[in-house]
């Protein structure tokens, strides 16, 4: 799957979220405007901090946030390889399964063809 299309569809989800979040807030503020208009103006400004340190928070991250899709790409990639290396690990063991128990057979068939010809 190509980067672009992971941070198309990670910054749409966000925007999303964001405008969840915020639609939520304005029903709690015309809740505590209609109640009381005091608390509102302090809820809206906790609303207002929140989003400052949140928009803080995130200036600095797109690129730790490359970095680390980068690196979660790669390791998808190395377990990929790991459960391809499984397979064939688990193939080969098969076969030698049934290797070994064809070799008993046929050890068992001329320990009897020993046997009677004693």
Do not use: W
């Amino acid at each position: 799957m190509p980067d672009h299309f992971d941070e198309e569809i990670v910054s749409r989800l966000e925007y999303e979220n964001f405008q969840d979040r915020y639609y939520r807030m304005g029903i709690l503020l015309e809740k505590y405007v209609n109640q009381d208009p005091e608390k509102a103006v302090i809820e809206l400004a906790k609303v207002k901090k929140r989003n400052e340190r949140l928009q803080f928070a995130l200036s600095g991250r797109p690129g730790k946030i490359r970095v680390l899709r980068g690196e979660i790409l790669s390791l998808k990639a190395q377990v990929q390889a790991l459960q391809q290396e499984n397979r064939k690990f688990k193939i080969k063991l098969k076969q030698q399964h049934k290797a070994t128990i064809k070799v008993k057979k046929a050890a068992e068939a001329l320990m009897e063809i020993n046997d009677a010809s004693i």
